[in-house]
């Protein structure tokens, strides 16, 4: 099956810096990428997604990148606040909207 | 986005028995999921709700475990059925909504 590579599991970052996570997938037919971010006993919530056809994605401190010809796609988070402390999923579009989650990373931004 | 809700929150069951769970969305959707996500780990997609059909399993997944319900655009139900501890999760539905995914609120479910 088709598989979603993310890392790092963990990432602390002092308020203020920026924090990036990383996927890398292998279906070059995966055309949607959607971040999400679960805080604890939450629901998964879309903060952000892209589709193939652009490079990055600007939402406020938000961004993703993405890289068609290398398979990887990343988050950015600029200026980070304690409120930014969560579980972030990164996924790929395996086709007939069926979505494929990478493993997860537990932000902690530190005040 | 479509605003979804999820019966129960939680429950408790015994190993052996069986539990329902409901999923209900506030306008019609054509794609419905059901995903498992296990303490601590990432989302694992189930099956795919289809409406008037049968639904659509993973690998790993199977019909007789996991019964699934679609009777129209706005509803889904999702049976664990025999449970076991190694089914103890939370489950959550998701629906697409103008080419996006949005989850339910989730049922945490313990099997002891």
């Known amino acids: 099956g088709e598989n979603v590579e993310q890392h790092p599991s963990t990432l602390s970052v002092q308020e203020g810096d920026s924090a990036v996570i990383k996927c890398t997938y292998s279906d070059s037919a995966s055309n949607y990428f959607p971040w999400y971010k679960q805080e604890l006993g939450k629901r998964p919530q879309l903060i952000i997604d892209i589709r193939s056809n652009v490079g990055e994605k600007k939402d406020q401190r938000i961004a993703v990148t993405l890289n068609k010809t290398a398979k990887h796609f990343s988050l950015h988070i600029t200026e980070t606040q304690p409120e930014d402390s969560a579980v972030y999923f990164c996924a790929e579009n395996e086709g007939a909207q069926k979505l494929v989650f990478g493993q997860g990373t537990r932000l902690t931004i530190n005040p | ?112």
Request: hydrophobic share 30%; proline share 5%.
């Open chain 2, 1 to 112: 986005s479509a605003v979804i809700s999820q019966k129960p929150s939680r429950d408790i069951c015994q190993r052996g028995t069986s539990l329902t769970i409901q999923c209900q969305v506030d306008s019609q959707v054509t794609m419905m999921f059901w995903y498992r996500q296990q303490p601590g780990q990432s989302l694992t997609l189930i099956a795919t709700a289809n409406q008037g059909s049968e639904a659509t399993y993973e690998s790993g997944f199977v019909i007789d475990k996991f019964p699934i319900s679609r009777p129209n655009l706005t509803f889904s139900t999702l049976t664990v059925s025999n449970m076991s501890p190694e089914d103890s999760s939370i489950y959550l539905c998701s629906v697409e909504d103008i080419n996006e995914q949005y989850f339910g609120p989730g049922t945490r479910l313990t099997v002891t």
